[in-house]
Nanobody, 120 residues
Framework: QVRLVESGGGLVQPGGSLRLSCAAS????????MGWYRQAPGKQRELVAR???????NYADSVKGRFTISRDNAKNTVYLQMNSLKPEDTAVYYC??????????????WGQGTQVTVSS
């Protein structure tokens, strides 16, 4: 059984920073992609950033230059450093792990979500 645990959300003022973490636990061999998505009230879930097993990254245009995604394969953990936060970044942020290989099958997993609120 694979479980994802997210942390690091909260309330921050505009221009501030937060760092999100998502750790996967279980009998994991490899993880292909790790990513962050977000969903604001009344909107569809959207990709924020993603990193592959070769450390190739891609970002939503709205966060380029402000957010940085990274991964620690030894810890099966993905991070999202968010700087220069704006009120429009307010959303529930979800961690996604794609192509998680447990030795006998490969699946995708989602975290439970963490709230990020940017407000003065």
């Amino acid at each position: 059984q694979v479980r994802l645990v997210e942390s690091g959300g909260g309330l921050v003022q505009p221009g501030g920073s937060l760092r999100l973490s998502c750790a996967a636990s279980g009998s994991i061999s490899t993880i292909n992609t790790m990513g962050w998505y977000r969903q604001a009230p009344g909107k569809q879930r959207e990709l924020v950033a993603r990193i592959t097993s070769r450390d190739t990254t891609n970002y939503a245009d709205s966060v380029k230059g402000r957010f940085t995604i990274s991964r620690d394969n030894a810890k099966n953990t993905v991070y999202l450093q968010m700087n220069s936060l704006k009120p429009e970044d307010t959303a529930v942020y979800y961690c996604n792990m794609g192509g998680v290989n447990t030795g006998w099958r490969t699946d995708d997993y989602w975290g439970q979500g963490t709230q990020v609120t940017v407000s003065s």
